[in-house]
């Protein structure tokens, strides 16, 4: 399925974002921490739009082949309006938003602050709040993969063995040592910038605690979470359904904070699952044109 990157924008920052499949339900992939968009998987993406989605994957501001001229320190208000530039770019009125770990909480943010541009949230790998659910075995883990990132790489395979590295840390097992090499090659095709990964994570932590922001939604949600998550302790992903009324819960076992290809199938049955069923109940499951 060939794709090409697109650009849009929101004032002056630059947006990169690519789309798979040519009709259908609406989803955006968002990612997170140190990740581009190429963090989902194009094979990924590819089985999601022959469940009959609309496909789009993005890069967060200051990251991969996205731009951002300015130094300033941004929010998650920023943040939404960059979700909702490039929702509007694909003429799309509302969307299904589907973030994976830093992204599951720009997934939130943007439900929160941009509710009538969402048709449902799904949140993966991720947390309403961070600080309370730091003890040792995570502590143990984030050091570990702290340490692998702080290896840096000069070229294409040095960063995708350093991608490898970190997900026999912190990924789900077996860890598909291919997949992941040919992800973080990617990410060196498109840029490192890491003064951009730290802004955003700047803006979480200035967000703080969300969980008494989420229990104000009145959305459909999904919240998926890995039982064996050793980032994103397990609990996390029951918070964060306990705080957003109405939320569905389901939980793998065994699986890590990653997007393991063994659980590819019953991720995307979930998801499409939970669409369907916002469609029932909505009548709506994708934008008006």
Same mark, same amino acid.
């Given at each position: 399925?060939?794709?090409?990157?697109?650009?849009?924008?929101?004032?002056?920052?630059?947006?990169?974002?690519?789309? @798979?499949?040519?009709?259908?339900?609406?989803?955006?992939?968002?990612?997170?921490?140190?990740?581009?968009?190429?963090?989902?998987?194009?094979?990924?993406?590819?089985?999601?739009?022959? /469940?009959?989605?609309?496909?789009?994957?993005?890069?967060?501001?200051?990251?991969?082949?996205?731009?951002?001229?300015?130094?300033?320190?941004?929010?998650?208000?920023?943040?939404?309006?960059?979700?909702?530039?490039?929702?509007?770019?694909?003429?799309?009125?509302?969307?299904?938003?589907?973030?994976?770990?830093?992204?599951?909480?720009?997934?939130?943010?943007?439900?929160?602050?941009?509710?009538?541009?969402?048709?449902?949230?799904?949140?993966?790998?991720?947390?309403?709040?961070?600080?309370?659910?730091?003890?040792?075995?995570?502590?143990?883990?984030?050091?570990?993969?702290?340490?692998?990132?702080?290896?840096?790489?000069?070229?294409? *395979?040095?960063?995708?063995?350093?991608?490898?590295?970190?997900?026999?840390?912190?990924?789900?097992?077996?860890?598909?040592?291919?997949?992941?090499?040919?992800?973080?090659?990617?990410?060196? *095709?498109?840029?490192?910038?890491?003064?951009?990964?730290?802004?955003?994570?700047?803006?979480?932590?200035?967000?703080?605690?969300?969980?008494?922001?989420?229990?104000?939604?009145?959305?459909?949600?999904?919240?998926?979470?890995?039982?064996?998550?050793?980032?994103?302790?397990?609990?996390?992903?029951?918070?964060?359904?306990?705080?957003?009324?109405?939320? /569905?819960?389901?939980? @793998?076992?065994?699986?890590?904070?990653?997007?393991?290809?063994?659980?590819?199938?019953?991720?995307?049955?979930?998801?499409?699952?939970?669409?369907?069923?916002?469609?029932?109940?909505?009548?709506? *499951?994708?934008?008006?044109?």
């Amino acid at each position: 399925m060939q794709c090409m990157v697109k650009m849009t924008t929101n004032g002056d920052v630059v947006l990169a974002y690519e789309t @798979f499949g040519v009709e259908g339900r609406p989803i955006l992939l968002l990612t997170g921490a140190a990740a581009q968009m190429v963090m989902w998987p194009a094979a990924f993406c590819e089985a999601l739009a022959g /469940k009959g989605f609309h496909v789009a994957r993005m890069d967060n501001r200051g990251t991969g082949l996205s731009h951002d001229p300015t130094t300033a320190q941004f929010t998650l208000d920023d943040i939404a309006d960059d979700v909702t530039a490039v929702c509007d770019a694909l003429g799309w009125p509302k969307a299904h938003l589907f973030g994976m770990s830093e992204g599951g909480i720009f997934a939130q943010a943007t439900a929160v602050r941009r509710p009538e541009r969402v048709l449902g949230l799904i949140s993966l790998a991720s947390t309403p709040v961070l600080r309370p659910w730091i003890s040792g075995p995570n502590l143990r883990a984030a050091w570990k993969v702290y340490r692998v990132m702080s290896r840096g790489a000069t070229n294409r *395979d040095e960063l995708g063995q350093l991608w490898v590295d970190v997900y026999k840390i912190a990924g789900s097992h077996p860890v598909d040592e291919e997949l992941w090499r040919e992800v973080g090659r990617q990410h060196f *095709d498109h840029g490192l910038k890491p003064a951009g990964d730290k802004r955003l994570f700047k803006a979480v932590l200035k967000a703080g605690d969300r969980r008494r922001e989420l229990r104000g939604l009145r959305l459909p949600a999904l919240v998926l979470h890995g039982e064996a998550d050793r980032l994103t302790l397990p609990r996390a992903g029951r918070e964060t359904a306990k705080a957003i009324p109405g939320a /569905k819960l389901v939980t @793998f076992p065994g699986m890590g904070h990653d997007l393991p290809p063994q659980l590819w199938p019953r991720i995307i049955d979930e998801v499409d699952t939970f669409v369907r069923d916002v469609a029932a109940v909505t009548g709506r *499951d994708r934008p008006i044109t």
